[in-house]
């Protein structure tokens, strides 16, 4: 059936830890890239510290968009885990009130 | 070419004293052409004009050390961001990795919708991560591109700097004997001057052709769609 969601459950907060984890690290690698442009006005270097500053704005800010994507797949995977735990727990508690 | 950034403090601070060096020496010269022959009739004339002859050319050169050692410090800056985007490279890398295996490791686990969902944005974050490396390792590459570039160049104009200041100590002892000696110190000005010249025509070539491969980066890969990390679909 395609619509069945078939998941391994038990899996979800390793997962979702390692998805914050790796999060971290690119959000790190934004945090780096922030405070490596070089000020400079100088002569002969001038277009490659130009070219170079940019380039650093851009991967500051893709490493930026990288850290909240993967995030929210932690967060996700995160949610999905506990909404399932609460649906077992509420089965079970229905499961418990039946049988008195 | 391997930069050293002890090797390069050295060099630079051999040429910030250089200018110093050339005034001091050139003086030298004049006092000692001037005390010699300078009041020889005739003579006197042409020793003027080649000495005016000198320190223009003096001038100039120390004009342009000054103007040579202005942006110094951007070699071994390039190499420091250089080292930088190495980690920054590895780092990513480890990321793309990282969640590679967890792909492998948990994605044919997961079935039906959630599974649709998760499978086909895994590989989006990977490849981004991925492609996040190699841009790295471009950025990095270039860096140390422009600080080998920048070395070269300062080692080529601390070689045309130290051979005129050995002409002109030489120039200490030979002036006093004629006009001759200074118009062969004049000449070897010149020469350094036209060495220096090269020297930048060369750091242009280097330099931008980083920048040129830079600029290139700014043109992310299709791994970033639209020029930003791809959207999540499991969020």
Redesign the interface.
Known sequence: M???????WG?LPG?AQ??S??AT??G??SG??SG?Q?P?S????Q??????N??CQ??EK??G??F???Q??A???TT?YQNYQSTEQHLTQSAGNVGH | MTFSPSAYNALITKLEAAPGEIISKTNQVISAVNSAVGWIPLLGDAIDWALNKLKGLIESLVNKLN?VL??AR?PP??WA?GQ??E??RG??G??AS??AG?QEK?GQ???????GKYNS??PL?IS??SA?SS??NN?MS??DT?ASG?SMFYIAVGTAVASVIVAITAAIISAPTGVGPIISLCAGVVFTLGSIATA?YS??FT??G???N??G??T?SSS?PG??????T??
């Open positions: 395609s619509g069945e969601t078939k998941v391994d899996s997962q390692t998805w984890q790796q690290a690119i790190n690698i780096t890239i490596l070089i400079a100088v002569p002969w270097f277009d490659a510290v130009n070219a170079y940019q380039v851009l991967y893709l490493s968009q990288g909240q994507q993967m929210s797949i967060n996700a995977l999905a | 103007q202005q942006p951007i800056d390039m961001m930088e985007w980690q920054i780092q990513a480890t990321v990282t969640l967890q948990f686990e997961w079935g039906g919708i959630a599974g944005g895994v974050q981004a991560a996040f841009a790295a950025v270039n860096c422009i920048g930048i750091l242009h330099v931008d980083a920048a040129r830079l600029q980066s700014l992310p970033f020029g930003a990390w791809p959207i999540a499991a969020q």
